[in-house]
């Protein structure tokens, strides 16, 4: 579904992404992993266009993304933070997404009810807690029924309720046969997600196994261990 | 998408305005002379508000805007919306702020004049801004260049003018003055309202000049004309930053 | 006003044995010429209305030449229409059109030569070289004319009233527009221009020189090429005037040069590029004068000395005073200023702090007129205000001591 292809960035003298090639396919659930600045949120943004790779390319459905933005209608993102205007109300940024991509009929609103968002949505943006903003980026990047979920950082500052319920809607989506990318510091938390792992370091892509491999190369069974001996190696 | 702006500063601005153009209008027993003070208004604060109001917008709204961007838009859709929203509220702010009063106490060809000439300038300094901020990463950087660059326009051009005029007392400069005032959009508006409000001194040998060229159709088309391309060619130029920008 | 009402009474009184003769296309006389040939002095021309080429049409005797309905006398573009050389002559309500134009004579609508007491009056002049001309005549009048020429050049065209070398005038109630200069003086004395209009003339609206002792009064003089100039004249008194709308870099809603004794008082001069501008003028006292909306309000030269003003208003002009050197001989006292920003803390409406009517900005455009482009800069008022502050570039000592903080008037 998504192939990137030597993809390389360079912001000044950090090498963000540095020859990255690798393919994703729906139905599974992958982990970016990687120590800070390995070039994760890089990818992400590149895959969704907001940064143009130097040199590579990706392609999505077979088709090279650059200078097109018709494919995000197939993605839901959720951004590390997200920060919106302070004096919109839930309601409106709803209205506005909605208005935005409007193609889609079918809305998902599970996540909006499972977050109880509905009794928020007079809240000015400015009044809600950094949690709440959190739990509205998740709505959203729900909300159109997306062919792709790219969470950056989901479950950070969710409460555990939240991040619970987060969770669920997950496996369920990747149940469904859709292609989800999470990137992730608290790896306990993907152990019962994800299918497939990419780990980068340093812009460079290390290696990108399904679970079972690396739970067999490693000899360990939970993700967290298994990456530090990964590490460690 | 445009109406982001419901914000406490573009409401706190349009009050300032407001109360200030009426307390001009108000205190001074001559209309002409509240003009003059809202004239320095005008000149002085519409630019600085607006430059300095959309910076810091635009850096605050960031992850919006990565937001959106991840959203199937166009970038150029985003970000005219993004100008248009600015601009708009900025326009609303200093309509009902500077406009109505001007339009109650001088609804003269100068108070026309006066009310055009700042919607301009808000519209430019709001394009100037996103140029600003496109061509920035660093906040702190992007509001510093925003001040330097209003700073620029106000107060430095000028003083640079006056030091060429200085320089070149002994040549005819005056043609070269008008080509020079098309380099700066507050020099550019200010001659605009001058050319109503002090025309018996501008009727002098020099003035005439600058009247015959500026007090005439095609003079003032070049004049509002030039104010257009200032809008229009920050935006454009911000525009096809902003697509090829990494954000 | 007096003389002007006892000359006609002193003419019907002698003119008891007087005759009355007619002339027009239904009486005896056919033509103008023929009748004066005719007359006696003393006598009385009326004339029916028509139109009449008389040619040059000269009076060598005491008569009353009256038109009735505005008889028109056709100078043919090539003569000069009346010429008047007798005493105690009138012309009263005739159309005078198309006189010659000469560069060699002053070729006039009505000329007096050398006489005394004529009066010119209810005429309307059209298209005429020079209009009503008096040279070396003594206590004639001139009133209620109406004077248009349409000439674009200024060689095209001759003065509106012209006087030289005259006593005693009275000009009155005239209209002019059109000359190359409205009214003119040179070496006139003891003689009053009162309530006359002159506007859109080519040149000057009131051209003054060499004329002492004159005085004007309730004139108006608005849009002429340069403005009003009284030039090389002594005793000049200049009361209740209008002066508007002059505009131009030479043009001025007066210029006073190599003026002594004057006085100006009750004037008004609104939107000229400079309402005052003096040079080597001295001893002119100013007050009661209204400055609104001008360029600038006085354009004072150096050479300029006890010059006093007192109780004028200064209102809405771009620059109240210029001037081209730091030595100031002239005195400003009690006037007010709009733009003085002074206060007055013991209530006895003088504002407590002097004011500077010259502003560093109207120096630096006295000597580089284009600065003007960055008027009202915020640089500008920036050196304005320090220069408020700290004097260096302004004449030290040009400034009103006592200021008013309400009009004078």
């Not at chain 3, 298209?127 to 209009?131: C, L, N, V, Y």
């Not at chain 3, 809405?316 to 109240?320: Q, V």
């Given at each position: 579904m998504i192939i990137a292809s030597n993809v390389s960035k360079q912001f000044g003298k950090l090498k963000a992404l540095d020859d990255v090639s690798t393919t994703c396919n729906k139905g599974e659930c992958i982990a970016l992993i990687g120590p800070n600045g390995s070039g994760k949120t890089t990818f992400i943004k590149s895959i969704l266009g907001m940064v143009v790779p130097d040199s590579g390319f990706i392609t999505f459905k077979d088709k090279n993304i650059l200078h097109h933005w018709k494919y995000r209608e197939q993605i839901g993102y959720m951004p590390q933070i997200g920060r919106y205007p302070d004096n919109m109300t839930i309601g409106q940024v709803l209205d506005m997404m909605k208005d935005i991509r409007s193609e889609n009929p079918a809305l998902d609103e599970d996540l909006i009810k499972a977050f109880s968002l509905n009794n928020l949505l007079n809240k000015r943006m400015r009044t809600l807690s950094g949690g709440t903003r959190q739990k509205v980026s998740a709505a959203l990047a729900f909300l159109f029924n997306p062919a792709v979920l790219i969470l950056d950082e989901p479950t950070a500052g969710l409460d555990p309720v939240a991040s619970e319920q987060l969770k669920e809607k997950i496996i369920a989506e990747k149940e469904k046969g859709k292609l989800v990318l999470i990137t992730s510091h608290v790896l306990s938390e993907l152990d019962e997600l994800v299918t497939r792992i990419i780990y980068m370091q340093d812009g460079k892509l290390l290696f990108h196994k399904s679970i079972e491999a690396l739970r067999q190369d490693t000899g360990e069974d939970k993700l967290s261990k298994a990456i530090a001996k990964v590490m460690t190696k | 998408m445009t109406d982001i702006l419901r914000n406490r500063i573009v409401l706190v601005y349009t009050l300032f305005l407001l109360a200030a153009s009426l307390s001009v209008f108000s205190l001074e027993d001559n209309s002409s002379k509240g003009l003059l003070s809202l004239l320095n208004i005008i000149l002085i604060v519409v630019p600085l508000v607006s430059i300095i109001f959309s910076t810091i917008y635009v850096y605050n709204s960031a992850e919006f805007i990565e937001l959106l961007v991840s959203q199937p838009l166009k970038r150029k859709t985003i970000w005219l919306s993004l100008f248009t929203g600015l601009s708009a509220s900025l326009l609303v702010a200093f309509f009902i702020g500077a406009g109505i009063p001007v339009l109650i106490y001088q609804a003269t060809m100068i108070g026309f004049t006066m009310i055009a000439v700042g919607s301009l300038l808000s519209i430019i300094f709001v394009a100037i801004a996103m140029l600003a901020t496109v061509k920035t990463r660093d906040k702190a950087k992007g509001i510093g260049a925003a001040i330097m660059l209003w700073l620029y326009f106000s107060l430095l051009f000028d003083g640079l003018v006056l030091f060429l005029l200085f320089q070149f007392a002994d040549y005819p400069m005056e043609k070269p003055m008008i080509a020079i005032s098309a380099l700066n959009p507050i020099d550019l508006s200010r001659i605009l309202i001058l050319l109503q409000l002090d025309v018996s001194a501008m009727m002098g040998y020099t003035g005439a000049v600058f009247k015959d060229f500026f007090g005439t159709y095609t003079g003032i088309g070049f004049s509002f004309a030039t104010l257009i391309l200032w809008i229009a060619l920050p935006v454009w130029y911000s525009t096809r930053k902003f697509n090829t920008k990494d954000l | 006003m007096k003389p002007c009402f006892f000359i006609p009474a002193l003419l019907f009184y002698t003119g008891v044995f007087a005759k009355t003769i007619h002339v027009g296309a239904n009486q005896l006389y056919k033509n103008i010429t023929s009748a004066v040939a005719d007359a006696a002095a003393g006598d009385t021309l009326l004339v029916d209305a028509g139109h009449y080429r008389e040619k040059n049409l000269i009076i060598k005797k005491s008569i009353v030449l009256r038109g009735l309905n505005y008889p028109v006398l056709d100078g043919e573009n090539k003569y000069e229409i009346i010429s008047v050389m007798a005493n105690g002559v009138i012309i009263d309500g005739f159309r005078v059109v198309h006189s010659g134009i000469s560069s060699l004579e002053d070729l006039s609508g009505i000329k007096i030569y050398d006489c005394k007491n004529v009066i010119v009056k209810n005429n309307l002049l059209e298209?005429?070289?020079?209009?009503i001309y008096s040279q070396n005549s003594t206590n004639c009048t001139i009133e209620n004319n109406g004077l248009t020429a349409t000439s674009k050049e200024e060689q095209q065209s001759g003065n509106g009233i012209h006087c030289w070398k005259s006593d005693s005038l009275r000009i009155l109630g005239n209209k002019i527009t059109g000359h190359r200069d409205g009214i003119y003086f040179e070496f006139v004395k003891n003689s009053i221009i009162w309530r006359n209009t002159s506007t859109k003339n080519i040149r000057y609206g009131l051209h003054f020189m060499f004329s002492n002792d004159d005085m004007y009064v309730s004139n108006v003089f608005s849009n002429n090429g340069s403005g009003v100039s009284v030039m090389f004249s002594n005793r000049i008194k200049m009361f209740s005037n209008y002066f508007e709308e002059n505009w131009g870099d030479a043009s001025h809603g007066i210029l006073l040069k190599e003026i002594s004794d004057g006085y100006m008082q009750g004037n008004y001069f609104a939107r000229n590029t400079s309402a005052i501008y003096m040079e080597g003028a001295n001893r002119i006292f100013m007050a009661y004068n209204t400055f609104a909306n001008n360029g600038w309000a006085l354009k004072i030269q150096a050479s300029c000395m006890d010059v006093v003003l007192e109780h004028n208003n200064f209102t809405?002009?771009?620059?109240?005073v210029g001037t081209n050197g730091s030595l100031v001989q002239n005195t400003f006292n009690h006037n007010y200023w709009d733009k003085y920003e002074g206060y007055d803390l013991n209530k006895d409406k003088i504002g407590d702090v002097p004011y500077r009517p010259v502003s560093m900005y109207s120096m630096i455009v006295e000597k580089y007129p284009p600065a003007m482009i960055l008027f009202r800069s915020f640089i500008t008022s920036l050196l304005d205000k320090t220069e408020k502050i700290l004097p260096s570039l302004t004449p030290e000592n040009l400034k009103d001591n006592a200021p008013l903080m309400k009009k004078a008037f």
């Open positions: - | - | 298209d005429t070289f020079f209009g809405g002009n771009t620059f109240d």
